[in-house]
């Protein structure tokens, strides 16, 4: 467990260079969502200290069919947000 927890603050270290980098882009789409979550867990992963396994834990599952088209992301009416979507989305509005 101390394992996950590590990652999920190696992920909220990272995810506000990342989403930075993309805030010229205007609108937090669910296209662009998906993007800055490969970027966030490419540059995580890049370190070293976490296993591609638990990375791939905090992606978003494929088996929720989170939309990745040119719609504004919202979670509205979602009963789970996965972790790398909910910390991207919490400093998108930061810096909005």
Do not use: C
């Not at 969502?33 to 599952?61: C, F, N, Q, Y």
């Not at 009963?79 to 400093?91: E, H, R």
């Amino acid at each position: 467990m101390e394992a996950l927890f590590a990652a999920q603050a190696a992920v909220q270290e990272v995810v506000p260079a990342v989403v930075h980098r993309h805030r010229s882009e205007g609108v937090l789409t669910w296209a662009l969502l998906h993007r800055i979550e490969s970027e966030v867990l490419v540059d995580v992963g890049a370190t070293g200290k976490h296993s591609k396994r638990l990375l791939e834990m905090l992606r978003a599952p494929e088996a929720l069919a989170y939309p990745n088209d040119d719609r504004p992301a919202s979670f509205d009416g979602r009963d789970f947000v996965p972790v790398v979507f909910g910390a991207i989305a919490d400093s998108w509005a930061k810096v909005n």
